[in-house]
């Protein structure tokens, strides 16, 4: 009984969410910086037909890589990029970040580990989501990771704020055999977000 209360309770909480917008939602990337940026310049994003998603895609290179172990230098270790959008709302409606699917690939040795770090903002205020992926070895595959809030943010209605995307890669060769190196890829051409709606009053 305890159960089905809380899960009632919790499905009552929800934001409600409206259809998408019909009219074209533009982002522009209004400053971006960091080493896992992607070497080369300019920034373009590109967002869904039916304003469900968007791609950024950032200095023309997808395949973000950190390195620790015998064939990496200590400045292969981690690699940041903070991304500023404006997100360009038609009249009347307000919008959250859902999901984020990041992808990529991972050799990760026996004692080494990588990690994965995804957090937001809006301008001027504290992150309203900061979660870190770990990948212990031994691992060596394709990987997924679904970054998610059960409660989404919304920006309130009528406020100007730009968005902040922290997405922050890192490796450590651990007890690993020192002979070894260890790498995390990331995919930023296949980095989806997920846009929510929902109407003004």
């Known amino acids: ?4 209360a809380t899960l009632v309770f919790a499905l009552s909480a ?3 969410l409206d259809d998408p917008p019909t009219e074209p939602v533009t982002i ?3 400053t ?3 080493n896992g940026c992607g070497a080369g ?3 373009a994003v590109y967002v869904a037909p039916d304003n469900t998603e968007f791609v950024v895609l950032v200095g023309g290179n997808s395949l973000i890589r950190v390195a620790a172990g015998a064939k990496a230098t200590p400045g292969d270790a981690r690699r940041s990029c903070q991304l500023n959008l404006r997100v360009n709302t ?5 919008y ?9 690939l991972a050799t990760i040795e026996k004692g080494a580990t990588a ?9 001027g205020q504290g992150n309203f989501r900061d979660n870190t992926y770990r990948f212990p070895g031994p691992f060596a595959d394709w990987w997924e990771r679904v970054d998610q809030s059960g409660q989404p943010t919304f920006l309130p209605c009528g406020e100007k704020r730009n968005l902040t995307m922290l997405t922050e890669m890192r490796a450590a060769a651990g007890t690993s055999d020192p002979t070894t190196t260890s790498y995390l890829y990331r995919d930023a051409g296949e980095t989806r977000y997920e846009l929510l709606w929902k109407r003004c009053p």
């Open 14 to 16: 929800l934001a409600p």
């Open 28 to 30: 522009n990337v209004v």
């Open 115 to 123: 990690s994965l770090r995804a957090a937001y903002s809006f301008q």
């Open 96 to 104: 959250a970040i859902g999901k984020v699917r990041f992808q990529g």
């Open 41 to 43: 310049g300019g920034a």
């Open 32 to 34: 971006f910086n960091g």
């Open 90 to 94: 038609p009249p009347g409606y307000t």
């Open 1 to 4: 009984m305890h159960v089905l």
